[in-house]
């Protein structure tokens, strides 16, 4: 997969719920790339680190949202075989795992779908606050 860190970091700085980019890691040889975004989001409180490791043969994916501690995370590491969409899973913040949504073949859908879940997670934990 050819990632264009500069259009991803623009993406990025364009979502609303981005308040700035804070770690920036690019790694790239020839035959693989690593990059490691670290965003941080309103309120602000909360992070989003996104991970990426792109061979030949692979592309790993990990994009986790945390505040104190890990929140929830999208990957793509090949440890819940049972998992339907397999090795594609969900964390959420009890430590349980489910099948995913994000697949790791359109970097910019899977971000675009990961804010609006973030998003949706953030409401309710906001308004879990106020209730």
């Given at each position: 997969?050819?990632?264009?860190?500069?259009?991803?970091?623009?993406?990025?700085e364009?979502?609303?719920?981005?308040?700035?980019?804070?770690?920036?890691?690019?790694?790239?040889?020839?035959?693989?790339?690593v990059y490691?975004?670290r965003?941080?989001?309103i309120?602000?409180?909360?992070?989003?680190?996104?991970k990426?490791?792109?061979?030949?043969e692979?592309f790993?994916?990990?994009?986790?949202?945390?505040?104190?501690?890990p929140?929830?995370?999208?990957d793509?590491?090949?440890?819940?075989?049972?998992?339907e969409?397999c090795?594609?899973?969900?964390?959420?913040?009890?430590g349980?795992?489910?099948?995913s949504?994000?697949?790791?073949?359109?970097?910019?859908g899977?971000?675009?779908?990961?804010?609006?879940?973030?998003?949706?997670?953030?409401?309710?934990d906001?308004l879990?606050?106020?209730?």
């Amino acid at each position: 997969m050819q990632i264009d860190i500069g259009d991803i970091i623009g993406f990025l700085e364009s979502n609303s719920i981005v308040s700035q980019l804070g770690t920036i890691e690019v790694d790239e040889t020839a035959v693989r790339g690593v990059y490691k975004i670290r965003c941080n989001l309103i309120p602000s409180q909360y992070k989003l680190q996104i991970k990426w490791i792109d061979t030949p043969e692979n592309f790993h994916y990990s994009y986790q949202l945390f505040a104190e501690l890990p929140l929830l995370r999208w990957d793509n590491a090949p440890h819940f075989p049972n998992i339907e969409t397999c090795p594609h899973h969900f964390h959420d913040k009890n430590g349980n795992v489910f099948e995913s949504p994000i697949l790791g073949e359109d970097i910019k859908g899977d971000l675009e779908m990961i804010f609006a879940l973030i998003s949706d997670f953030l409401m309710g934990d906001i308004l879990g606050y106020i209730n």
